[in-house]
């Protein structure tokens, strides 16, 4: 097929949104009105990339979307509000159901043992593609499977699941930023024809991500101000907070200071705006990155403990990994190796966690010296 592959798709969406038998959730349950009354969870992560599709950051956003959770924790949510709204159908719904084979199964596993019939929506990608997978769901007796069907023909697959946008988003996801910056440039183009202008600044902050990952951050600069030009025109809180942070992030990498802390404040008054506990994190974290780059290590401390609190509210696994990583060099920096050793912890179970395992590693190194240097001084008190 071309535009891009569902079954590469299907395995880089599954490096984010499972872990084990866990997957991602961005809700446990909601009722809807669909089969004459089902309840549904959110799940979170797709193996597609359709033009008309409206799961909006359960697809898009996978990385900063949800939860992880088990079988049985989500098995129990849904159990409990289909009770309290009479329903015998459930599901999870706005993603991609077979994501995550072994939490599916474990999932079946006990709502075979239940009263319910749930009901697995599928594109059908992935047992298309191994008749195992098909073969493997066949016993169950409480479950339907219902396959949407996105179009008759090859052609009309790819025209209707692909965008210019979608189709640099996976080229980006894919690593191949040539290809993605070829698609992002036509998408914006025609994005401004039509007057689509929130999707003009959406896909000039990709671009700009895309920069930044290129360590390009002049270009990153370039395209996070026009996304903040264009957010500030249309009123578009939540894009113009975005840009704000990319830009205060982009001026730290290039130290400059002055203007990373003004874009950080700038941010964390779009973040309280919007009252977005993630992004009030992230800002957080920025200014205290700004403080210590200063050297002022006691305010980046304070930054970084109010950002841990902020993460662990927001329930953002990776902020709260950054937060620790970052609070534990300002105490390093001041050498107090006994207070920096807890969030170096902290950090390397996190990041082991999201499978972040060069981060891991920089956190066991620090920790390895940390313990070190940290022996003469209990031998010696
Ligand atoms: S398959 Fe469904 S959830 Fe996935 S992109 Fe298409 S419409 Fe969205």
Redesign the pocket.
């Known amino acids: 097929m071309k535009g891009y592959d569902p079954i590469k798709l299907t395995e880089k969406m599954e490096s984010i949104v499972v872990d084990g038998n866990k997957r991602k959730y961005a809700k446990l349950s909601r009722p809807l009105r669909f089969y004459g009354g089902t309840t549904s969870a959110v799940e979170v992560g797709?193996n597609?990339?359709?033009k008309?599709?409206f799961?909006d950051k359960p697809?898009f956003r996978p990385q900063s979307t949800g939860k992880f959770y088990t079988p049985e924790e989500v098995f129990k949510a849904l159990d409990k509000s289909a009770k309290r709204y009479g329903h015998k159908l459930i599901s999870a719904s706005?993603?991609?159901g077979t994501l995550g084979r072994q939490h599916l199964f474990e999932l079946l596993d006990l709502v075979e043992l239940s009263e319910y019939v749930y009901i697995l929506e599928t594109?059908g990608m992935t047992l298309g593609n191994d008749k195992a997978f098909a073969e493997q769901l066949a016993p169950y007796k409480n479950l339907h499977v219902r396959v949407?069907i996105?179009g008759t023909s090859q052609e009309e697959y790819h025209e209707l699941?692909t965008s210019y946008t979608n189709i640099g988003l996976v080229y980006s996801i894919m690593q191949d930023i040539e290809k993605a910056f070829d698609f992002y440039g036509k998408a914006i183009e025609m994005a401004k024809r039509i007057g689509a202008y929130r999707q003009v600044s959406f896909v000039q902050r990709k671009m700009a991500t895309a920069y930044w990952k290129q360590q390009d951050f002049d270009k990153a600069i370039q395209y996070y101000q026009e996304a903040q030009t264009t957010c500030e025109r249309i009123g578009d809180k939540e894009g113009l907070n975005e840009a704000l942070q990319g830009l205060a992030e982009a001026y730290l990498a290039r130290d400059d200071l002055a203007l990373a802390e003004s874009y950080a404040e700038k941010a964390t008054e779009t973040a309280m705006e919007i009252n977005t506990l993630q992004a009030i994190s992230a800002s957080q974290i920025t200014l205290g990155r700004v403080q210590h780059n200063r050297g002022d290590l006691q305010a980046s401390i304070e930054l970084f403990e109010k950002a841990i609190n902020t993460a662990e509210q927001a329930g953002v696994i990776q902020q709260v990994a950054e937060a620790n990583f970052y609070i534990s060099e300002s105490w390093l920096a001041l050498q107090e190796w006994g207070k920096a050793e807890p969030h170096l912890l902290a950090a390397a179970k996190l990041y082991t966690k999201l499978k972040n395992t060069s981060k891991a590693k920089t956190v066991q190194h620090l920790l390895a010296k940390c313990k070190n240097r940290s022996k003469p001084e209990l031998s010696g008190g």
Do not use: D, I, M
Request: hydrophobic share 25%.
């Open positions: 797709c597609l990339r359709c008309f599709c799961s697809v706005a993603s991609e594109n949407s996105k699941t």
